[in-house]
C-alpha cells in the first residue's frame, strides 16, 4: 500500500495453509544461501514485499498451475505481481546514476554455474520460485543498457511507456500478416507509416512500408525492391535473367549494403565503396566517376545507398546533390536514415537531411535516437504496391480474396517474412505519451550532450578528436591520450601505443561496471572512442562522470 516502507525477504514461512510474510534474520538468509546459492536469499535486490501483505510460497507451484489451469487466475497474479517487483527493482536501479550497468563475467564463469545461476535445460520442470530467481539473475548479471552512463551503442535508454507497449504487444501475441488476426496493429502501422511518411516530405499519393526486424533487414528490402523496379524478371528467373548489376556505398556507411548484396545473390564485390571526406562524408564526384568506371567495365549500376547518420562518425553524406547524380544515371536513391531518422523529429536539425524527399527509399530505426524498446525499424518506400508487387506469392491458406472485408489490409505479402512480430504498437503508445514535440526536445537534448562533452573534450590536453570540428550527430570520437603517450612523437611507434589504450581502458570500465562506451579502428585510424547518447536520461553529470572515468583508468597506461 502507498505510504509503508518495504522490506526484503529471503525467505518464507507456511501458517495453517496461509503463507504470511516473514523477514528473515542476517543468520537465516546465510542459511538459505547455503542450501541454494541461487536462491532469493542471496541477492543485492531481493523481492520486495509491502509489509502487511500476503506472501506467497512459490516452492510448490508450478507453471502447469497457471493460466489455463482451473483455478489458476490466483496463481497467475501472484506470479505477476512477484515478477512485477522484480522488474520494477530493476527499472529503478537502472535510471539511477550510481549504480553500476554490469556485473561482468567470463563465459566460462555462466557456463560453470555461477552462483547458483545454471544456464542448463533440466527434464524435469523447475518451480516458480526458481523461475523467479533466474528472471532476477537474468537482469543482474545482464547489461543496464537504460542507464544514463550507458554510451556503447546506438540504442539505449529505457523508456517506460515503450516497455508497456512491449508488454502489451506480448500479451497480444499475434502475428502481423492479416487484417483479421491483428485488425488493431494493421491499422496502426498504416497510421505510423503515412506519419513517418509525411515527416520525409512524401506527398499522401505517395509512400508505403513496413517494419521489419532491424535496419540491415530494411536495408535488404531497398537493394530487393530497386533490383525488382529495374528488373522484375528476377522474381521467377533469378540472376541468371539480368545482367551483371553494380550497386554504390559510401565507405564510412553501414556493412548491411554488402551484406545485402552477398544474401541476394548480387555479390560483395559488386558494391563498389565510394571515397569519403575527412569528416566520413561521400564525395559526389567520386559517386559519379565510380558509376562512370563500373559501366566501362560492363556493370549496370541500378542502386545508390546515401548514408544519414554513418554509424561510427555520425556524419551525413549530400543527399541533395547525391540525388541529382542518381536522376542523371537512372539510378535508384536509398537513404539510410537508421541512425540520423530521428532528427528529422527536429525543426533544428532536420536541415542535415535536406532533400531525403527525393530519395525512392528510406530506412529508420526508431529503436535508437527515438529510445523505442528493441526491436523497431521501418522500411519507408515511395512507390506504393510496389512491395506487394515484388514479394507478392499469394498463398491461399493466408490470402484469400473473398473475405468480409478489404483484403488491402492484409499486409503480410508485402513482407518476405511470413510471421511478423508487431514492433508498432510501442512506438504508437509513445508517439501518443509524448507527441511530435516531447520526440523533437529529446532527440534535441541528445545532441545538446554531444556538443557539451565536444566542448568539454575540447579544453583538455589529454583527450584528442579523430576530426576536426564540431559533431554532425550525437557521435563524438576521440582518443585518450596518456601522458606517456603525449610525450612520443607522431609515427608508427606512438600509434601502436595509442592502439592499445582504448581496449585496456575498456576492459577496466567492464571489470568495474561503472560506464560503457565502445571503441574502434577506422581505416588508418587506431583504436579510438566513439561516445554516442540515444538516452534522454543521461544529464551533463553523466558525461562528467564519463571523462574522469576515463582519465583515471587511463592515467597509470
Known amino acids: 500500500m502507498e505510504g509503508r516502507p518495504s522490506v526484503e525477504i529471503g525467505v518464507r514461512q507456511s501458517t495453517g495453509g496461509n503463507v504470511m510474510e516473514f523477514t528473515p534474520t542476517a543468520e537465516q538468509q546465510i542459511d538459505r544461501s547455503k542450501q541454494n546459492p541461487g536462491s532469493l536469499g542471496n541477492t543485492d535486490e531481493g523481492l520486495k514485499y509491502d509489509i502487511g501483505r500476503e506472501a506467497h510460497d512459490f516452492s510448490c507451484i508450478y507453471s502447469k498451475d497457471l493460466l489455463p489451469a482451473e483455478d489458476g487466475k490466483e496463481a497467475t497474479k501472484h506470479f505477476f505481481q512477484e515478477l512485477l517487483n522484480i522488474l520494477l527493482a530493476y527499472i529503478s536501479k537502472s535510471v539511477k546514476h550510481s549504480s553500476k550497468i554490469l556485473d561482468f563475467h567470463h563465459p566460462h564463469q555462466f557456463k560453470d554455474g555461477l552462483e547458483g545461476f545454471n544456464l542448463e535445460l533440466p527434464d524435469q520442470p523447475d518451480n516458480l520460485e526458481q523461475l523467479l530467481v533466474d528472471c532476477r539473475d537474468t537482469l543482474k548479471y545482464g547489461v543496464k543498457t537504460g542507464h544514463p552512463r550507458y554510451f ?54 505517395d509512400g508505403d512500408g513496413i517494419f521489419c526486424p532491424g535496419g540491415t533487414t530494411s536495408n535488404l528490402y531497398s537493394v ?97 546533390e547525391i540525388a541529382d547524380i542518381c536522376e542523371q544515371h537512372g539510378l535508384w536513391m536509398h537513404v539510410d536514415a537508421a541512425w540520423g531518422g530521428g532528427l528529422l523529429l527536429s525543426n533544428k536539425h532536420r536541415v542535415k537531411m535536406q532533400a531525403i524527399e527525393r530519395a525512392d527509399s528510406v530506412t529508420w530505426n526508431p529503436h535508437k535516437m527515438m529510445c523505442v524498446p528493441l526491436q523497431c525499424s521501418a522500411i519507408l518506400v515511395k512507390r506504393k504496391g510496389l512491395l506487394q508487387e515484388c514479394n507478392q506469392l499469394c498463398a491461399e491458406y493466408l490470402f484469400q480474396p473473398d473475405k468480409q472485408y478489404d483484403v488491402s489490409y492484409d499486409t503480410g505479402d508485402k513482407s518476405i517474412q511470413c510471421g511478423r512480430h508487431v514492433d508498432v504498437f510501442k512506438l504508437w503508445l509513445m508517439w501518443k505519451a509524448k507527441g511530435s514535440e516531447g520526440f523533437e526536445a529529446q532527440v534535441n537534448h541528445c545532441l545538446e550532450n554531444a556538443e557539451y562533452l565536444y566542448y568539454k573534450l575540447k579544453r583538455r590536453t589529454d583527450f584528442e578528436f579523430v576530426f576536426t570540428g564540431k559533431p554532425e550527430h550525437s557521435n563524438v570520437c576521440f582518443w585518450y591520450l596518456p601522458q606517456r603517450v603525449q610525450n612520443m612523437p607522431l609515427g608508427p611507434e606512438r600509434d601502436r601505443e595509442l592502439h592499445m589504450v582504448a581496449p585496456k581502458i575498456k576492459e577496466k570500465m567492464m571489470e568495474e561496471g561503472s560506464t560503457m562506451i565502445g571503441y574502434q579502428p577506422l581505416g588508418d585510424k587506431v583504436n579510438f572512442f566513439r561516445c554516442v547518447f540515444s538516452n534522454p536520461a543521461t544529464q551533463r553529470q553523466d558525461v562528467d562522470f564519463l571523462v574522469e572515468e576515463i582519465a583515471r583508468l587511463g592515467c597509470e597506461l
Not at 184 to 203: D, Q, R
Open 152 to 205: 556503447n551503442q546506438l540504442s539505449t535508454g529505457l523508456d517506460v511507456i515503450g516497455l508497456a507497449g512491449e508488454w502489451l504487444t506480448s500479451t497480444a501475441n499475434t502475428n502481423m500478416f492479416t487484417y483479421e488476426i491483428a485488425p488493431v496493429f494493421i491499422l496502426m502501422e498504416e497510421v505510423i507509416l503515412k506519419k513517418m511518411h509525411k515527416i520525409i516530405g512524401w506527398t499522401e499519393k
Open 224 to 320: 530487393l525492391l530497386a533490383r525488382f523496379y529495374y528488373f522484375p524478371a528476377v522474381k521467377t528467373h533469378g540472376m541468371s535473367a539480368i545482367p551483371r548489376l553494380a550497386l554504390f556505398t559510401s565507405a564510412h556507411s553501414h556493412y548491411s549494403i554488402k551484406k545485402s548484396a552477398a544474401v541476394l545473390g548480387i555479390g560483395s564485390d559488386n558494391v563498389i565503396v565510394v571515397k569519403c571526406d575527412e569528416r566520413g562524408k561521400m564525395v559526389p564526384s567520386e559517386l559519379n566517376s565510380s558509376i562512370d568506371a563500373a559501366k566501362s567495365k560492363g556493370l549496370v549500376p541500378f542502386y545508390v545507398n546515401a548514408t544519414a547518420g554513418t554509424t561510427v562518425y555520425g556524419s551525413f553524406d549530400p543527399l541533395n
